[in-house]
């Protein structure tokens, strides 16, 4: 048994930075609860001793759709159908744009990077 268990004994550092609806970042006092999107950076040491960041890309989605916080569905922030998923970096551009800038031409495409996966 000479396996090699470091990857276990070395846990990764996970950091997390939430959006608002209108795009702002939310600070740990701020109720995340009501956040739109938010992006965890993975932390990991490797073995040259260097550092290694990863990011991870999540958007609410309601009904198998991207979350609208302006649309018809904006007081469903909470409800037990909402969920996070993770999206690419492309997706996760666009429907920030779409938080900041309420334009809704950006909406779309991100609904449509998330669609083509």
Same mark, same amino acid.
């Given at each position: 048994?000479? #396996?090699d268990?470091? &990857?276990f =004994?070395?846990?990764?550092?996970? +950091?997390y930075?939430?959006?608002s609806? #209108?795009?702002?970042?939310l600070?740990?006092?701020e109720?995340? /609860? %009501?956040?739109c999107a938010?992006?965890?950076?993975? @932390?990991?040491e490797? @073995? @040259?001793?260097d550092?290694?960041k990863? &990011?991870f890309?999540y958007?609410?989605?309601?009904?198998g759709h =991207?979350f #609208?916080?302006? /649309?018809m569905d904006? *007081? %469903?922030? *909470? +409800?037990?159908?909402?969920?996070?998923? %993770?999206v690419? /970096?492309k997706?996760? #551009?666009h429907y920030?744009k779409y =938080?900041a800038g309420k334009?809704?031409n950006e909406?779309t495409?991100a609904e449509?990077?998330?669609? *083509?996966g």
């Amino acid at each position: 048994m000479t #396996d090699d268990i470091t &990857e276990f =004994l070395n846990p990764d550092s996970i +950091s997390y930075i939430y959006y608002s609806e #209108d795009a702002k970042i939310l600070t740990k006092d701020e109720d995340v /609860g %009501k956040a739109c999107a938010y992006i965890a950076i993975r @932390e990991k040491e490797s @073995e @040259e001793e260097d550092t290694v960041k990863k &990011e991870f890309y999540y958007v609410k989605v309601l009904r198998g759709h =991207l979350f #609208d916080p302006q /649309g018809m569905d904006s *007081n %469903k922030i *909470n +409800s037990i159908h909402v969920k996070f998923d %993770k999206v690419s /970096g492309k997706t996760f #551009d666009h429907y920030i744009k779409y =938080l900041a800038g309420k334009k809704s031409n950006e909406f779309t495409w991100a609904e449509r990077e998330y669609t *083509n996966g």
